[in-house]
């Protein structure tokens, strides 16, 4: 081989290249001993979470005179000032906040995540794992692949279902929305869109963000009902036809935030199928109820829409974060989100077998995501996975029968895919969300208030399997308490 040549360098060239290369590097046994630091502190938080708050506020002065001050520029000793960082986060971050994974965390929807979940997190952090293009990352990008069709499997959609992980509901919800766009309107134009008053609102956010035009965006009323009907959606599809516009879109949800309940999917699907337009639903929470059997039947025609958002960080008890896109027509992701650039060749696939996971969404440098979710499969398996489901599904049923056992209290929407709604019949919406804000703050359990039919009315998700009826006894005897004190 030949030999290399000296490079003409100027001194201060030389000079500034001359620094260890181990700058931002710590001995193999110092790692070791730091980085069970971390084991600790987070075992530690995983076996107190019952002793702790289920969610923690914060005061902006105290929290920022902890943590923030100057940039920091080290003492030279960085052992030392990681060990001193990790306590600082430890005392002061971690405690002040929402604990989703706390068995009494009720409100909006937990993240009871699962310890499988957390180590096949942490190791694919640990090592940088990339799942972007096939030549760059091909172990990632299988995992990605086996876990999206483990999760087709799991919920019994069609063979050939596609899909991508993204980072939560919101996103994933929006590349499926960009894909259905793609498909129904070629021309750029962005045709009809049906929602309804109980989508959630980043979809809403997300289609005025990428350009969906503000008048083809129709929010449908569901009444007392809560779900949207088939009938809903053709009346105003009919009504569109005779204003010579154009349906293309109808967003459907598997398990709304609120309440719980699910949309027509099978009557939906019927629709779309004769009018040619996508049907796209959001079962970002609900969906996973889907690997039981009482979850299928209440989600019944899932397997039949053309694509679906499910969110595993929430009802698959994994780490924040990680949504998934499942398109049911193959290609369907890359005909929108495809990329070819010259500097990308080398790694690009370029055969069906070998999957460039940046050409189905928005994401190009993309972390291996799915290193938790196949963990958690693998470690407890599908039929595990779906009776902690089940659990979160009958623990909502036990709740209900502890609101209809109390006099003063009345259901309002009855237990629906781990969701309860209640209320106290003689007490205002000011008491509702007093009381919701007293538990929360006394910090023994967190709920959330949200508003039905014009009033304000008190919500419990019980999606924790950790959760027990002995949790529940209490949260619910607790909201009745406050709810009377004054009355
Ligand atoms: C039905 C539904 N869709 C979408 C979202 C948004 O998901 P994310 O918060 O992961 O972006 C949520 C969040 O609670 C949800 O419940």
């Not at 349906?247 to 609120?258: E, I, K």
């Not at 703050?441 to 967190?446: L, Q």
Request: glycine share 10%; net charge negative; with cysteine.
């Amino acid at each position: 081989m030949r030999e290399t040549f000296a490079p003409d360098l100027d001194e201060g060239t030389r000079r500034s290249l001359d620094v260890p290369p181990d700058l931002l590097d710590l001995p193999p046994d110092e790692m070791r001993r730091l980085g069970h630091v971390v084991v600790d502190l987070v075992v530690d938080h995983l076996a107190g979470l019952r002793e702790r708050p289920a969610l923690l506020a914060g005061d902006p002065a105290t929290l920022r005179a902890a943590l923030g001050g100057p940039l920091p520029q080290g003492t030279g000793d960085p052992a030392g000032d990681l060990a001193a960082g990790l306590d600082v986060l430890a005392t002061t971050a971690v405690p002040y906040q929402q604990h989703g994974d706390h068995p009494r965390y009720f409100a909006r929807v937990p993240g009871p995540s699962s310890f499988a979940g957390v180590l096949g997190e942490w190791l694919a952090t640990g090592t940088q794992s990339i799942a972007s293009s096939w030549g760059g990352g091909a172990g990632p990008t299988t995992v990605e692949l086996v876990v999206v069709e483990w999760l087709r499997e799991a919920l019994e959609l069609a063979p050939g279902t596609e899909g991508v992980l993204q980072s939560g509901g919101s996103t994933a919800n929006v590349t499926a929305l960009l894909a259905a766009r793609h498909r129904t309107s070629p021309d750029g134009t962005t045709g009809v869109v049906y929602l309804s008053d109980q989508t959630h609102s980043s979809i809403a956010r997300g289609l005025l963000s990428t350009g969906w035009a503000p008048d083809d965006v129709r929010v449908l009323p569901t009444g007392d009902r809560y779900a949207l009907t088939a009938d809903a959606v053709r009346t105003a599809v009919v009504a569109d036809l005779a204003a010579g516009r154009r349906p293309a879109v109808v967003v459907a949800t598997a398990g709304t935030t609120n309440t719980g309940r699910v949309d027509d999917l099978d009557g939906l699907a019927d629709l779309c199928a004769e009018h040619a337009m996508w049907l796209h639903v959001d079962g970002a929470y609900g969906g996973p109820a889907a690997v039981t059997p009482r979850g299928r039947a209440a989600l019944a025609g899932l397997h039949r829409v053309d694509s679906l958002v499910i969110d595993p960080h929430k009802w698959l008890f994994q780490p924040y974060d990680l949504a998934c896109v499942l398109v049911r027509r193959p290609g369907a992701l890359e005909a929108a989100f495809a990329m070819h650039p010259e500097y990308l060749a080398d790694v690009q696939g370029g055969d069906p077998g070998r999957v460039d996971l940046h050409n189905r969404s928005l994401e190009l440098t993309r972390r291996g995501r799915a290193f938790k979710l196949w963990l958690t499969f693998r470690t407890y398996g599908a039929d595990r996975v779906a009776a902690a489901v089940d659990r979160g599904i009958g623990l909502a049923e036990y709740a209900q029968a502890l609101v209809e056992a109390d006099p003063s209290l009345e259901v309002v929407t009855g237990a629906s895919l781990g969701v309860l709604t209640f209320a106290a019949p003689a007490r205002d919406d000011a008491a509702h969300r007093a009381a919701a804000a007293a538990l929360t703050a006394s910090g023994w359990a967190a709920v959330s208030s949200t508003v039905l039919g014009g009033r304000a009315v008190l919500r419990l998700c019980t999606i924790n399997p950790r959760t027990t009826t002995a949790d529940l006894d209490g949260t619910v005897a607790r909201l009745s308490a406050l709810l009377s004190a004054d009355a």
